[in-house]
């Protein structure tokens, strides 16, 4: 299997918007009204984010169809002793489709947003994880914490 790896464009905003959404109704049973304001408000996010530059998105793909994408969000939180900066990346946005499960493609995926959050400065990267997706962040060095596991790539600055 050829899979290809790059950034999302703005053109493909509505099919980013649709996979999130089947992400997060995985297992559940929203209505259609709920599914719709989460398309929506998904499509307003990566719109803006993908403007503002504070949102990217990496896809694989086959066939020249999106088949998983990971998604990073940049912020700045107050600067502190272990992040004198406060360049904060989130990542976010993991899913691969069903049938494309158990390539190595969200790993591979994880790895390009790693690269790009530690091109880009970030002293700090957070991420929520899924029971199927721990395992992959615990590999890279996340630490559990009660709102989100935590990276530093540059290690806990020393006062």
């Known amino acids: 299997m050829l899979f290809e790896y790059r950034k999302a464009t703005m053109d493909e905003i509505d099919v ?24 929506n408000n998904t499509k307003s996010f990566i719109s803006g984010g993908f403007e503002g530059k504070t949102f990217i998105t990496w896809v694989a793909t086959q066939n020249q169809e999106i088949i998983a994408m990971g998604g990073l969000t940049y912020y700045l939180l107050p600067p502190n002793d272990w992040c004198p900066g406060g360049k904060t990346a989130y990542i976010g946005n993991m899913y691969t489709k069903p049938a494309h499960r158990r390539n190595g493609i969200a790993t591979k995926l994880f790895s390009l947003l790693m690269d790009e959050a530690k091109e880009n400065s970030c002293e700090r990267i957070l991420l929520d994880a899924t029971c199927m997706g721990r395992p992959l962040y615990e590999k890279y060095g996340f630490k559990n914490s009660n709102t989100a596991m935590a990276y530093y790539p540059f290690g806990i600055m020393s006062k």
Request: include cysteine.
């Open 16 to 39: 980013l918007a649709q996979m999130r959404v089947s992400m997060l109704c995985e297992g559940t049973d929203y209505n259609d009204e709920f599914r719709c304001k989460l398309y």
